[in-house]
C-alpha cells in the first residue's frame, strides 16, 4: 500500500468506527428477538412485530458500513463504488422508510415521544428525501450533486453513532436525561453531522480544481 493510498483511509475508518456502537446495540436487538429473550417494557414492541425492526438494522448496518468506503477515493474510480451504489440506495430508503414507520406506528416508550417523535420524523424523511434526490441526480449525471445528496443521506444514517458521544457525557455526570434532554441530545448528534456534511461539501466544491496537463504534440505543447 502506498502512501496516497494509506491517505484515503483514515475518513473511512472512522466512520467505520462511528458505526461500531449501534452495529453492536442492532446485532443485540436482532438476538433478543431472533432467541426471545424475556419481554420488558423498552422491548415489548418489536416483539409484537418483528418486521420493521428487522429490516432496519438489516439494512442500516450494512449502509453505514459500506458506505464509509465510498469516501475512498480510489474505490471512487472504480467500477466498486457503482455496483456498491445500487446496493447502498435501497439500502438507505428501507433504513430510512422503517424508522419512520417505527416511530409513527410503534407504542413507543415516554420517554421517547413529544418533541424526540417529531425530530426523528424530521431526519428520517430527510434521510430518504436525500437519497432519492441523489439517485435522481446521478441519473441524469449531475455527479457533483449526486455526491452532495448522498453526503447529507449518510451523514444522517451516523447519526445513531454520534448520539453516543453526545448522550456519554451527560450519562457520566449528570445521569440519565429526562424526556427533553433526551430530544435535544438525540437531535445533537444529527444536527452535528448534517453541519459535518455540509462542511464537507462546501469545501469539495469550494477546492480549485487543477488544469489537466496538455498532450505533447498538441497546439498547447507547440506553442
Excluded at 429526562?178 to 445533537?188: I, V, Y
Aim: proline letters at 8%; aromatic letters at 8%.
Amino acid at each position: 500500500m502506498t502512501s496516497s493510498t494509506r491517505r484515503e483511509w483514515p475518513v473511512p475508518a472512522l466512520l467505520i468506527l462511528l458505526s461500531v456502537v449501534p452495529v453492536i446495540a442492532g446485532a443485540a436487538r436482532l438476538g433478543e428477538v431472533a432467541v426471545g429473550a424475556p419481554v420488558t417494557p423498552d422491548n415489548a414492541r418489536f416483539f409484537a412485530d418483528p418486521v420493521p425492526v428487522v429490516l432496519h438494522i438489516a439494512a442500516a448496518v450494512p449502509y453505514c458500513v459500506l458506505g464509509a468506503l465510498q469516501f475512498v477515493p480510489g474505490l471512487r474510480r472504480r467500477r466498486w463504488h457503482r455496483v456498491t451504489g445500487r446496493l447502498l440506495v435501497p439500502l438507505g430508503l428501507i433504513a430510512a422508510l422503517t424508522g419512520l414507520w417505527m416511530t409513527l406506528f410503534y407504542a413507543l416508550p415516554a420517554i421517547d415521544v413529544g418533541l424526540l417523535t417529531a425530530i426523528r420524523l424530521v431526519f428520517g424523511a430527510a434521510m430518504a428525501i436525500a437519497i432519492v434526490l441523489g439517485f435522481l441526480a446521478i441519473r441524469r449525471r449531475d455527479v457533483a450533486a449526486h455526491r452532495a445528496w448522498m453526503i447529507r443521506g449518510y451523514a444522517i444514517a451516523q447519526g445513531a453513532g454520534t448520539q453516543v458521544f453526545t448522550h456519554l457525557p451527560w450519562m457520566l455526570f449528570l445521569g440519565p436525561p429526562d424526556q427533553l434532554t433526551r430530544a435535544l441530545l438525540m437531535a445533537a448528534g444529527w444536527v452535528i453531522n448534517v453541519a459535518v456534511a455540509e462542511w464537507v461539501i462546501r469545501r469539495s466544491t469550494a477546492a480549485p480544481r487543477r488544469p489537466a496537463p496538455a498532450l505533447k504534440g498538441t497546439s498547447v505543447d507547440r506553442a
